[in-house]
T-cell receptor, first 116, second 112 residues
Framework: ETGVTQTPRHLVMGMTNKKSLKCEQH?????MYWYKQSAKKPLELMFV???????ENNSVPSRFSPECPNSSHLFLHLHTLQPEDSALYLC???????????????FGSGTQLSVL | EDQVTQSPEALRLQEGESSSLNCSYT??????LFWYRQDPGKGPEFLFT???AGEEKEKERLKATLTKKESFLHITAPKPEDSATYLC?????????????FGRGTSLIVHP
């Protein structure tokens, strides 16, 4: 148990569906992240929240919509996805960004998403 | 632009056969270099952080080293349970962002 829990573990959805991914961290961290991991590609940063405020949006299409109601919970709302969006979506947390921090990331096990 | 290149892409070893994984990086200023291990179906798990050239860290059969241009992850007498993908990431010291940039990883398989 890494302290970061993601649900569901697997998700299959059609292009017209709306679904949400959930992430919860029990580490008392203040920063939370969404990453996309595709085969043969580096981890792609999608969004960063620091103290519940979005600090990074890495040019992610609007069909992905993040929500961070508090420092422990992070959601990724999905709608009208494309087949190329199929990937492993990883949530991570870290103590919180600042000039003096080295941000070691704690990852969840991910949601394996398949878009048909 | 920060860049991280890992080699080889894949590595197959016999149990007990020592080897090294490479992570070459380009960054304007290095705050930290991270190594992670990722097992199939799981998220990456933190292994080491290195901060400055010449630094070394060890954990069981793994030793990570750092120069100004690259880092090595040395695996001594590996066992099948060391099979995983090893990811390298660099965190810049400047530019206003502290987000690590990841490499593509090295997939290691250790045969019994």
């Amino acid at each position: 148990e890494t302290g970061v829990t993601q649900t569901p573990r697997h998700l299959v959805m059609g292009m017209t569906n709306k679904k949400s991914l959930k992430c919860e961290q029990h580490l008392g961290h203040n920063a939370m992240y969404w990453y996309k991991q595709s085969a043969k590609k580096p981890l792609e940063l999608m969004f960063v929240y620091n103290f519940k405020e979005q600090t990074e949006n890495n040019s992610v299409p609007s069909r992905f919509s993040p929500e961070c109601p508090n420092s422990s919970h992070l959601f990724l709302h999905l709608h009208t996805l494309q087949p190329e969006d199929s990937a492993l979506y990883l949530c991570a947390s870290s103590p919180g960004q600042g000039a003096a921090t080295n941000e070691k990331l704690f990852f969840g096990s991910g949601t394996q998403l398949s878009v048909l | 632009e920060d860049q991280v290149t890992q080699s080889p892409e894949a590595l197959r070893l016999q149990e007990g056969e020592s080897s090294s994984l490479n992570c070459s990086y380009t960054v304007s200023g290095l705050r930290g270099l991270f190594w992670y291990r990722q097992d199939p179906g799981k998220g990456p798990e933190f292994l080491f952080t290195l901060y400055s050239a010449g630094e070394e860290k060890e954990k069981e059969r793994l030793k990570a080293t750092l120069t100004k241009k690259e880092s090595f992850l040395h695996i001594t007498a590996p066992k099948p349970e060391d099979s995983a993908t090893y990811l390298c990431a660099v965190q810049p010291i400047s530019g206003g962002s502290y987000i690590p940039t990841f490499g593509r990883g090295t997939s290691l398989i250790v045969h019994p």
